[in-house]
């Protein structure tokens, strides 16, 4: 985009690494954020209190399948960037309900897709060069890796193993053939597994961290040998920022952070953490309320990314080591009570109650 100043669409900015990317942007003295957001189960238009008061944020609550209020956002805003965040985001999700995430992930991106092409034909020469389409995507999209197979780079063949990958790959075909096609100035990224404040307690590192704190079984999938690559979630909104800045549209940037860890390491370093802060006088060790549970299935073995373009060519590196984001990242869910409570609705326990009951101990 031409300058960072300009107006910015941002979708599903009410969600963990939307509202992190929201706040970090405004923080940095960017221009304005309109944030489309529906605010399903994920979203928390609180995460973005910080922001109250603030003329140059605009929060709307709305779908973006709904082609109508996508084009009248457009045309009311003008924004010089969209950045594309909403989706359903959880694999355990998508196995018990496929069809939410082919609607958000796929029909919603091609609904936006669509509406910003009807946009942007309509901007001058000069807008039509500066304006992007930044799609945010993951390293699922690439399938599963065995222990001594090379990370993914961009130029991996495409193989998701689950629905959520699968919509996640559709919605990157698209976001490719909007380039080839019409020359919409589309740039993806495709990161690895975020860790920080505001992610919902439904993915590893925040669930776990709250179990142990409150005492109850830590429930590992399988063998616990599965291994993601973790990366802080400032350091993937330093990445999209760059990407907007400097990006070439048609490309797609790999992200991720150096920092392959096994699930029941993550677990156990987590365990530690609480015990730190938070120590029980005569209770056992929180290691010891590790639980294997039956597998996900389908279950990707590794990931790893190979982000060396983007260091390459966009000077962008991760800042965060694991050990010190894990320590900040427990330490904010052990201070940020209220927020835990806020988001742990009836529906959020109906969720953990049926993804756990059916998993038998191993
Ligand atoms: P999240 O589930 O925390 O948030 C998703 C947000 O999208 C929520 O605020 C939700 O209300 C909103 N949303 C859902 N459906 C919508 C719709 N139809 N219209 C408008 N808003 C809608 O997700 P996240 O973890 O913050 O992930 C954000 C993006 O980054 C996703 O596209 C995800 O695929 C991608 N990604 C996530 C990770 C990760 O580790 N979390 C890693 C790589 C890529
Ligand atoms: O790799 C990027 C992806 O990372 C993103 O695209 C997804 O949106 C995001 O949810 C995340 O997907 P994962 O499936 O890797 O994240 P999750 O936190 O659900 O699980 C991480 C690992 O921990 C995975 O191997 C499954 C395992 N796990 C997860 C849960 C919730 C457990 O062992 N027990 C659990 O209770």
Known sequence: MKHMSETILVTGGAGFIGSNFVLSWMREGNGAVVNLDLLTYAGNAANLSPLDG????????????????VGWLLS????????????????????????????????????????????????????????RFLHVSTDEVYGTLGPSDPAFSETTAYAPNSPYAASKAGSDHLAR?????FGLPVVTTNCSNNYGPYQFPEKLIPLMILNALEGKPLPVYG??????????????????RKVLEAGKPGETYNIGGMSERANIDVV?????????????????????????VGDRPGHDRRYAMDASKIARELGWKPE??????????????????DW?????TGAYREWIAKNYAERAAL
């Open 320 to 337: 965060e080591g694991f050990e010190s984001g894990l320590r900040k990242t427990v330490r904010w869910y052990l201070e940020h009570g």
């Open 340 to 344: 835990v409570d806020s988001v742990r």
């Open 76 to 131: 009311k805003h003008q924004p010089g960037a969209i950045v594309h965040f909403a989706a359903e985001s959880h694999v355990d999700r998508s196995i018990v309900s496929p069809g939410e995430f082919v609607r958000t992930n796929v029909q919603g991106t091609f609904t936006l897709l669509e509406q910003a092409r009807a946009y942007w034909a309509g901007q001058s020469d000069a807008d039509r060069a500066a304006f």
């Open 223 to 240: 063998d616990g040998q599965n291994v993601r690559d973790w990366l802080y979630v400032e350091d993937h909104c330093a990445a999209i």
């Open 177 to 181: 053939a909007y380039f080839h096609t």
């Open 268 to 292: 156990t370093a987590i365990c530690d953490l609480v015990d730190e802060m938070r120590p029980r006088s005569g209770a056992e060790p929180r290691r010891k309320l590790i639980t294997f």
């Open 54 to 69: 603030d003329q140059r944020y605009t929060f709307v609550r709305g779908d973006i399948c709904d082609a109508e209020l």
